[in-house]
């Protein structure tokens, strides 16, 4: 999930002093993303289709800041020898080399879309009261 506020013209600065007048910090929404990154990580891990359980395993969550926005990735480092990463293959399917396909499961979007719905409640909850 990425949040990121651009525009082409004018800038935020009304927005960003509404704010901090609300009192909430980065280092609050930070404190946010990293306990729901934390529970995406162990969503994404429960729903990822067991073989080995390499790419269940290899879950991970990034907090990236800039001066203008916070972002919240979720990572997967399994991957195969070319560097695909194996959780978009079994998301989305592939081709086995002897020349059939193995169909996609979304498996993703129904662990992951509740985690953005808490993120977005917490985060409001944390700028508005």
Excluded: C
């Excluded at 935020?12 to 009192?23: C, P, R, S, V």
């Excluded at 969550?61 to 195969?80: A, G, H, M, P, W």
């Excluded at 086995?96 to 996609?104: E, F, L, S, T």
């Excluded at 808490?118 to 508005?128: G, T």
């Amino acid at each position: 999930m990425r949040v990121k506020l651009s525009n082409k013209s004018g800038n935020w600065d009304k927005t960003e002093k509404w704010l901090k007048k609300q009192g909430s910090s980065t280092k609050d929404i930070v404190k946010i993303l990293q306990e729901y990154g934390r529970k995406g990580v162990a969503a994404l891990s429960s729903a990822t289709p067991v073989d080995t359980g390499e790419t269940a395993s290899s879950w991970d969550y990034v907090i990236e800041q800039d001066d203008r926005y916070l972002s919240l990735k979720f990572v997967n480092n399994n991957k195969t020898s070319t560097g695909i990463p194996i959780a978009i293959l079994i998301q989305y399917g592939h081709g086995n080399g002897r020349g059939a396909y193995i169909r996609g499961r979304d498996y993703i979007n129904p662990a992951i879309q509740p985690i953005f719905d808490e993120i977005e409640e917490a985060v409001r909850k944390e700028i508005v009261e």
